[in-house]
């Protein structure tokens, strides 16, 4: 164990979780269409459906939140927040949103002036993806090929491929390029981290060919302590200092607070300096989300998210939320489990396509490994593979994903270790059976982000 850090915190208030018993958690995946998503959630015992607004606040952000001012305009808490966030940043100009893509609505369309435009990212998280196609834009992912290497060891497995970022950009012509979105960490590859350097290399391809830089950021702060831990010259930078240098390589940053903000709502737009960008904002914020000091929360919220904020950049408690992660990636490895290793920042990657590989991708394999999961311990994680990906906008063929990955996301501050074993006790139970499992097929489909609404059944 201590090879892990042990939690820098103690528990003040506990939320009683029950395990239902097997048949019941068979019948009420199949009530769900075989859809986790679709499941209630007192149904489930331990919850790694997603990091997203699931984690624990601290008691300080308990009381922050006695504070809030609720004042339509001009509130307090806004200029509290604010204040935060130009000093994590480096940025003149912040607009809270309620979640993350509360902030990509506004923004996105304002970058994709015209039809067909690309935007261009590390990997698009699958919200961020459906509002540039919504904007009339066409996505295009970018990783690095050792992203896709899962069994070796690369420090920043989020990296862009810098060559085939070039090429990009001159096949498609620089003034047909929206942006270029860094997501980090880059949540689709595995929470993996982006180096500064390779944001530095993408930084100097954007300037050169004059195209904006978006920091699609819901994990900056765990994304700065992998380079302080990894990259060399920053370990005896502090997390701030790193995360500031990040900002001044972008001109906007989105976030989804509900991750690195610590709070169980929220989102954040800033802007470098841009002020006509800012202003359009401005504007579009308020029919979309609301008045630009509040941006769709509630002054509450915003006192929880400023003092999140701050405690997200506490190198014991990143180191905490990285080892829990590691932890659990550590036992699956140990009894053979494939997974993306290194771990990233929030979860765990399981590749399903090599546990079921009887299943073809558009039965989707991690769907099933994922399913069995929930019946044989009351765990939800979530697919990130061919089911996620969806359709060619186009063509409107199903998509195979690089990888079909099963996503055990891991909630800030909130399951222990004993959790974990848990976890990895019953998945290792799946992985034995795994060749066993049988393939899914829709009975609903909808057309866009499918995956949180869709029904299946079992395949033949
Ligand atoms: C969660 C997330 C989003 C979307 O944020 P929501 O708060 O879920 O709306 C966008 N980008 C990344 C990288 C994310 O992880």
């Known amino acids: 164990m201590s090879k892990y850090q042990i939690p820098p915190f103690k528990i003040k208030m506990v939320e009683p979780i029950k395990l239902i018993t097997k048949q019941q958690r068979a019948n009420r995946l199949k009530e769900a269409g075989y859809n986790p998503f679709k499941l209630k959630s007192e149904d489930v015992f331990i919850d790694l459906l997603t990091d997203s607004g699931t984690g624990a606040m601290s008691h300080f952000q308990w009381s922050a939140m ?20 130009k000093n994590i940043t480096g940025y003149k100009y912040i607009l ?54 899962l069994d070796n060891y690369y420090p920043f497995k989020g990296n862009f491929d810098l060559d085939k970022l070039e090429e990009i950009i001159e096949e498609k012509k620089k003034e047909n ?18 180096s500064l350097e ?13 195209i904006p830089i978006v920091i699609d950021g819901a994990r900056y702060a765990e994304n700065s302590f992998f380079i302080k831990q990894r990259e060399k010259g920053y370990d005896s930078k502090s997390i701030r200092a790193i995360a500031l240098e990040t900002f001044a390589l972008a001109d906007i940053f989105l976030m989804s607070a509900k991750k690195d903000g610590l709070v169980n709502i929220g989102g954040l737009i800033a802007i470098k300096d841009d002020e006509e960008l800012f202003k359009k904002a401005q504007i579009r914020i308020i029919p979309m989300e609301g008045f630009p000091t509040y941006g769709g929360l509630a002054g509450r919220d915003m006192e929880a998210l400023a003092v999140g904020l701050e405690e997200a950049l506490d190198e014991n408690y990143l180191k905490y939320r990285i080892d829990e992660v ?14 993306q290793y290194p771990t990233g920042g929030h979860a765990v990657f399981v590749d399903c396509g090599r546990i079921a ?23 939800r994680g979530v697919e990130i593979g061919s089911l996620l990906l969806g359709r060619d906008p186009d063509t409107k063929e199903n998509l195979q994903a690089d990888k ?26 799946v992985y034995k059976r795994g060749k066993k499992l049988k393939g899914l097929k829709f009975t609903y489909e909808s057309p866009i982000l499918r995956h949180f609404t869709a029904r299946f059944e079992p395949a033949e």
Do not use: W
């Open 66 to 85: 006695m504070q809030g001012d609720e004042a339509y305009a001009g509130s307090r808490s806004f200029f509290r927040l604010e204040k935060v966030v």
């Open 96 to 149: 809270p949103a309620h979640q993350g893509r509360g902030a990509e609505q506004i923004i996105i369309p304002e970058l994709i002036k015209r039809e067909g435009m690309y935007v261009i990212s590390n990997i698009h998280f699958d919200t961020t993806r459906a509002h540039v196609e919504i904007a009339g834009g066409r996505a295009i992912d970018c990783a690095t090929k050792e992203c896709f290497d």
């Open 177 to 194: 390029v929206a942006a270029i979105i860094m997501t980090i960490t880059n949540n689709s590859a595995g929470g993996q981290p982006v």
């Open 198 to 210: 390779n944001m530095r290399a993408v930084n100097r391809i954007a300037r050169k060919n004059d």
């Open 326 to 339: 590691r932890y659990l990636g550590d036992l699956l490895k140990e009894a053979g489990v494939p997974i």
């Open 357 to 379: 590989p009887q299943i073809p991708y558009d039965q989707f394999p991690a769907q099933a490994v994922c399913n069995d999961l929930y019946v044989e311990g009351g765990i």
């Open 404 to 429: 079909e990955f099963l996503r055990l996301t891991i909630p800030r501050r909130t399951y222990t270790f004993e959790h974990l074993n848990y976890v990895a006790n019953c998945l290792i139970k």
